[in-house]
């Protein structure tokens, strides 16, 4: 039987890691990167090897080089002719004001959670158009639906990310590949870790769910979205606890 195939960026910690997990449980060999924190991703690797026994490359690259995802996707080619799932997960989160914002700051948000997109999608594509299947899904944010203050290049960036979901998967709804996202309310990771224990209360009670959402949960969407629905695409999923 072929073994499925899934590249994952930003894979090392938070949703990444979940996402990693979860597709590995599926049986997915797995090509991971992540920009820092190799020394958790080599873990990580370690881990599903023996528990799921699966095959695992990683990758300390940044999602946001041109140069460093075409050395990841180069290495891949070599290792397979096919790649079943791309998740575009890699991000970095930026708060205050928007006068407080360095340029360098903002184009290096852009280029982690936008361009990135971009590189590895390119890349992927010409892996899947010969097998004429193939899904990519695309980790975003509520923000980049509603936005939000004092994070202005954050929603903007995801605003990116779901414009090029939609045109994308119109692009590569003939050849039978799927381009969706998963729009992120607030996710218990790293990421949050700005609030304190008052904010977040105050965060939960506005959301009808009455919590945040773990990682697992996208995790668990991510794998779903990825395993069928050829006819399910160019969508934006909210998975948010009916916050926005």
Known sequence: MERKTACITGASR????????AFAAQGYDLFLTC??????????????????GIRCR???????????????????????????????????????????????????????????????????????????AGKILNISSV????????????????GGVNAFTKALAKELAPS?????AIACGVIDTEMNGFLDTEERAALMDEIPAGRFASPEEVADLAVSLCGGHSYLTGQIITLDGGWI
């Not at 509603?146 to 995801?158: F, P």
């Open 143 to 158: 923000w980049g639906l509603a936005g939000a203050s004092c994070e202005v290049a954050y929603s903007a960036s995801k």
């Open 176 to 180: 039978n590949i799927q381009v969706n």
């Open 14 to 21: 938070g949703i990444g890691r979940a996402l990693a997990a």
């Open 35 to 52: 920009r820092k924190n190799e020394a958790l991703l080599l873990s990580l690797k370690q881990e599903l090897e023996q528990t799921c």
């Open 58 to 132: 990683t990758f300390a690259a940044d999602a946001g080089s041109a140069a460093q995802m075409e050395h990841v996707f180069a290495e891949i080619s070599n290792q397979t002719d096919h790649l079943h799932v791309l998740v575009n997960n890699a991000g970095i989160s930026w708060h205050g004001l928007l006068t407080d914002m360095t340029p360098q700051e903002w184009d290096d948000l852009l280029r982690t959670n936008l361009s990135s997109v971009f590189y590895a999608s390119r890349l992927a594509v010409p892996l899947m158009l010969h097998r004429h």
